[in-house]
């Protein structure tokens, strides 16, 4: 995107789980596209979202970075309109009045980036393990907190899309041309029913117009991976560990051009790589890299 043009001008879009990391970043972009974002999650300024004591403690955190009013005005900042709506995805009733109200008050929805996601709450760092040892926590963390999230927002959004005849879903999620990820069978199980329901929603939603896809970046420098490894954005190139990593906002560059692509439903159904889509769109990370694609060591 080149500076002063905005593609999304107009366009309405709904991040959720956007106060930090991947939906932030993703957040952020789509402002700097010119598009109105409605910032949903439940940590706000006054009140951080509960849950996180046990990786707070593993990465010698005292509170969670960042909240939806945070980002918001950072959408602002970078051109767009930022909405911060608090929003507990995982209450059908709190979803349900929040896309209710995103059709009361724009009167319309373009985009929904589903990326609302609880599988940080019960992580004890310990990644790699036989799925015996690993609690069985991760499955309502990363299932019932993380692909239920996604369904019932795309739920909640596709009558307002089918209305307009056009819209488009996106999930993120992990994916490496389904490799198994081992070591973590809960997460490789819900980042596949991921993958799976944007497929599916794109079956049902195709000759309405609405495409869905699932979008997977690589190793995202988040404010927690930054802190489990001591630093931060400024100062990260002095960890050789995080070579391979990439911004959030790369990932959110590529969904941008997705938003921006008149000829998305073309893709619908699809799980796409950001590293892929930044070679065909021609755009780069916030370091000017085009970054390649994080990809699982054979075993």
Known sequence: MRTGERPLSGRVAVVTGASRGAGRGIAIELGAAGATVIVTGRSTRE?????????????SMSALPGSIDETAEEVS?????????????????????????????????DLLVNNAWGGHE??????????????????????????????????????A??????????????????????????????????????????????????????VSPGWMRTELVLAGHQTDETRWQERPALARTESPRYLGRAIAALAADADVLRRTG??????????????????????????LDEA
């Open 270 to 295: 699809s799980v796409l790589r950001v590293a892929d889509l930044a070679r065909e769109y021609g755009f780069t990370d916030i370091d000017g890299r085009q970054v390649a694609a994080f990809e």
């Open 47 to 59: 009140q951080p979202a509960a849950g996180y004591g046990q990786i707070l403690a593993l990465s």
């Open 122 to 159: 019960s992580f004890d760092g310990v990644f790699d393990a036989p799925f015996w040892e690993h609690p069985l926590a991760h499955w309502e963390s990363m299932i019932d907190r993380g692909a239920r999230h996604h369904l019932l927002a795309a739920r909640c959004a596709a009558p």
């Open 161 to 214: 899309m089918l209305r307009q005849g056009h819209g488009l879903i996106v999930a993120t999620t992990f994916w490496d041309r389904d490799r198994y990820l081992r070591g973590n069978l809960y997460y490789d199980l819900a980042k596949a029913t991921i993958n799976r329901l944007a497929f599916g929603i794109s079956q049902e939603l195709r000759a309405h117009g609405v495409a869905s896809v699932a």
């Open 77 to 109: 900042r970078q051109g767009g309109r930022g909405i911060a709506l608090r929003c507990d995805h995982g209450r059908d009733d709190e979803v349900q009045a929040l896309f209710a109200r995103v059709q009361a008050d724009h009167g319309r929805l």
